[in-house]
């Protein structure tokens, strides 16, 4: 298989990278003339090893020809909305998934002298493989470490533990990150030579979060709980705690269980793990002096910001991109930005399906709520809607532009309809959480820094009432870490941070009910921020989800405007082989007793 050759070849890149200073710890560049005792030995280019593999993490929000930006596409959120020959639409979205390695698809890495960290069509699966090799060969290498620099914040002891912690910790995210695509394989513990044996034989998903978990547990004992201003952006007691509970949560799922021969339900067991264990993370969170939930002023600095390019809500995220442009040559933009707004001709817009799951101001579903009227749509929503999406009659620019209308006209034959059909469909939405204020190529606002959160706070808090709910239902409390929750409190939480009242108590009398509204809140809080389509497989709902894939059909005859919508006929097929991501052919040749996926 490629994951085992990747995971060999990289055997000879260790000895390339550069010496990084303390200060500098993810800006790193491959630089040859070191060998295995010279990395080894000395701290600061050890560090540099551990400081490679952080670039490895998949970064969502780092490349503008990263085709990995939108997997919100192949869920419910967003429609890809070019007709020509893009793969997400015509392939991806067609359930064509064998041997189809693009975007989340496959093991490719695409390494590159020129330019090692960033390339098109990197996979997280391929990524993953090569960080693991990293690590490993780091870990299996520790003892050679005696050379230290004189650093004020800790001792030779202790920077040898970090060390260890973070190497643990990447190895268990990426080990993570194969499983939760592809379900369990074998145990990724050693560096693996050309020459040894691979016992290939696949494990059961719980061996495998088992076995992350220990390192995870390990990494949360050598870690410190924050680091000095310059190494913002290294993972920390909290992150650790943050990923063994999402990896657990992930564990107790539906899609997982089945993996292991049981019921489509939840594992009570692992549910129960995953709500102690999320609490164990908002202890260690507050105890940490550094993390805090941004309020709803600095909400958006989660993911766009002026001054920093580290959201202090950011329990873990890959390293951060420089500034930048507005439009599509930048960081990304390309897939948030309408091809007339400096944006790509092959663009993505929010589905109907997702503006729907924005509740109303009195904490109710659009559909249970009475006062709510299909045809003025947009007052009296979830703040986040504003936030996350340009609707019909938005003031989309900070200046007046010249040649274009400043407000969305999204109805049948408006400016931005007609503009959207020269290159495909029109869903009625533009993108907007990504963006940030002057995205455009009006008004021009560059200098700003894309940030892209693996985890956040907030989501631990919906972890929690996730795991909870399932283990104990809404209103029984769970205690660890000193803390004490409720799955009801944990998502009141997260709705009272941007203003939204608490969980209606007409979803809060049992444990199904209340399972609906959490989904719903993860799909609003967490919206594109690429979680929903993993949430989809795990929960195995997918196939009843993405049967019907809607627009806004909206109709405007002189002040009318008349709110419609209509489905986009063929914009999903997802069968019960898509709950596993496919082994390539090529490479299950590669490897004796390795067995595919069902139905591929």
């Excluded at 290294?234 to 089945?258: E, G």
């Excluded at 292991?260 to 507050?286: K, M, P, S, V």
């Excluded at 019907?548 to 919508?565: C, F, P, Q, V």
Aim: charged fraction near 25%; aromatic fraction near 12%; hydrophobic fraction near 40%.
């Amino acid at each position: 298989m490629k994951l085992k050759i990747i995971y060999i070849y990289l055997a000879i890149m260790v000895g390339i990278f550069s010496i990084p200073a303390c200060e500098d710890y993810l800006d790193v560049s491959p630089d040859l003339g070191l060998d295995d005792e010279e990395v080894y030995s000395n701290y600061e280019t050890f560090q540099g090893v551990i400081a490679h593999a952080y670039w490895t993490l998949h970064n969502y929000a780092y490349d503008p020809h990263d085709w990995d930006s939108e997997i919100g596409t192949l869920s419910d959120e967003a429609q890809h909305l070019s007709t020509n020959s893009k793969p997400i639409a015509n392939v991806a979205n067609q359930g064509l998934w064998q041997d189809f390695d693009w975007i989340e698809f496959g093991f490719d890495y695409n390494w590159s002298e020129g330019d090692p960290e960033r390339k098109l069509r990197k996979q997280p699966a391929g990524e993953a493989v090569v960080g693991i090799r990293m690590v490993n060969l780091a870990l299996e290498n520790l003892d050679k470490l005696e050379n230290f620099p004189d650093l004020a914040n800790f001792t030779p002891e202790e920077m040898k533990r970090h060390l260890e912690g973070e190497a643990r910790l990447i190895r268990a995210w990426h080990y993570f990150q194969i499983i939760q695509r592809y379900g369990g394989i074998f145990f990724m513990n050693r560096s693996f030579e050309s020459t040894d044996l691979v016992d290939s034989t696949r494990r059961s998903y719980q061996e495998c979060t088992d076995w992350l978990i220990s390192d995870l547990d390990k990494a949360a004992e050598l870690l410190p709980k924050n680091w000095p201003v310059n190494f913002e952006g290294r993972a920390t007691v909290t992150t650790a705690k943050a990923i063994k509970s999402m990896a657990l949560l992930y564990a107790a799922s539906p899609n997982m269980n089945m993996f292991d021969g049981g019921a489509n339900a939840y594992n009570l067991t692992r549910a129960q793990e995953a709500a102690e264990a999320a609490l164990e993370t908002l202890a260690a969170a507050e105890n940490s002096a550094y993390y805090r939930m941004l309020p709803l002023a600095e909400y958006k600095q989660n993911w766009c910001s002026a001054t920093s390019g580290i959201s202090y809500e950011a329990l873990w995220g890959p390293p951060q991109s420089n500034a930048n442009a507005p439009t599509a040559t930048s960081a990304g933009n390309g897939w948030y930005n309408p091809h007339w707004d400096g944006g790509w001709a092959v663009w993505s817009g929010p589905t109907q399906n997702a503006v729907d799951k924005f509740e109303t101001v009195n904490g109710l579903a659009i559909e249970d709520d009475p006062v709510y009227n299909p045809q003025d749509p947009f007052i009296n929503r979830d703040p986040r809607l504003d936030m996350f999406v340009y609707k019909n009659g938005d003031n989309m620019y900070i200046s007046s532009p010249s040649n274009k209308p400043a407000t969305l006209e999204a109805w049948n034959g408006g400016y931005h309809d007609l503009q959207a059909k020269t290159v495909g469909l029109w869903t009625g939405y533009l993108h907007r959480k990504h963006r940030w204020d002057g995205a455009n190529n009006v008004d021009n606002v560059a200098g700003v820094k894309r940030i892209f959160p693996l985890i956040r706070y907030a989501q631990v808090y919906l972890d929690f009432a996730e795991a909870a709910n399932e283990a104990v239902g809404p209103t029984t409390a769970i205690s660890a870490g000193g803390k004490t929750m409720t799955a009801v409190q944990a998502l009141n939480v997260v709705r009272s941070r941007v203003g939204m009242p608490d969980v209606d108590p007409m979803y809060t009398g049992s444990k199904e009910a209340l399972r609906e509204r959490i989904r719903n809140e993860r799909f609003v809080e967490l919206y594109q921020e690429m979680h929903r389509w993993h949430d989809l497989r795990r929960w195995r709902i997918a196939d009843e989800v993405l049967k019907e894939i809607y627009r806004a059909d909206i109709l405007k005859s002189g002040s009318t405007i008349i709110y419609n919508k209509e489905e986009i006929e063929g914009a999903r097929v997802f069968e019960e082989r898509h709950y596993w991501y496919p082994f390539p052919n090529s490479e299950m040749r590669q490897v004796e007793n390795f067995t595919q996926n069902p139905g591929w």
